[in-house]
């Protein structure tokens, strides 16, 4: 006879949290059949592995290690990922302006935004800004350097900032206001 204990240890720490991992997927993979799809497998993975999970250790983290090991595997079966060349990478490196953000954004301009960020600089953005990890939570979750998490946060917020220019007027300064009045 299968003891019913395990079932229900595992549905009362992971389930609560389906509603965090299908928005963060549904963000990253910018399509809601395949955030489904990725949310339905990690929490197969998470079941099958939930002999693994050490009690009394964050879940949280630990269940969106999976969806990100899940989106991984779930990419390279659909297509090659395109990474940054170093020129590239140089390039954003050496990024000095930074528009102000507009005072005055919807939701849905800033969630167009962030669609436009690319998809490694937006994962680290979802979980450190919308789940609020850890820098070492990120590392451990998407298995990269904390440097490389820092700097990922830190090119992704200016490119986001970039991108909300464009959503939105920049006030003018006051001066410019006080005499156009």
């Known amino acids: 006879m299968v003891s019913l204990q395990p079932v229900n240890e595992f ?3 992971a389930m609560p949290h389906m509603n965090d991992l299908y928005r963060t997927a549904r963000r990253t993979l910018g399509n809601q059949t395949e955030a489904e799809d990725v949310v339905q497998e990690t929490y197969l993975q998470a079941w099958k592995s ?3 999970f050490e ?3 964050n879940i949280r983290a630990w269940m969106f290690k999976i969806m990100f090991h899940v989106i991984q595997h779930h990419r390279r079966k659909a297509y090659r990922l ?3 060349k170093e020129e590239e990478e140089f390039l954003f490196e050496q990024l000095t302006y930074e528009p102000p953000v507009p005072q005055e954004l919807r939701d849905e301009d800033v969630l167009a935004a962030l669609d436009r960020v690319p998809e490694h600089f937006r994962s680290v953005i979802l979980l450190a800004d919308v789940q609020e990890f850890s820098y070492k939570e990120i590392q451990e979750t998407l298995g990269i350097p904390i440097g490389t998490v820092m700097s990922r946060l830190s090119r992704g917020r200016q490119l986001l900032r970039a991108y909300l220019a464009d959503y939105a007027p920049v006030p003018k300064p006051e001066r410019e206001a006080a ?3």
Request: aromatic letters at 6%.
């Open 179 to 181: 005499h156009a009045v």
């Open 82 to 84: 395109v990474t940054l």
């Open 55 to 57: 009690a009394g250790t």
């Open 11 to 13: 549905e009362t720490l």
């Open 50 to 52: 939930f002999h693994r």
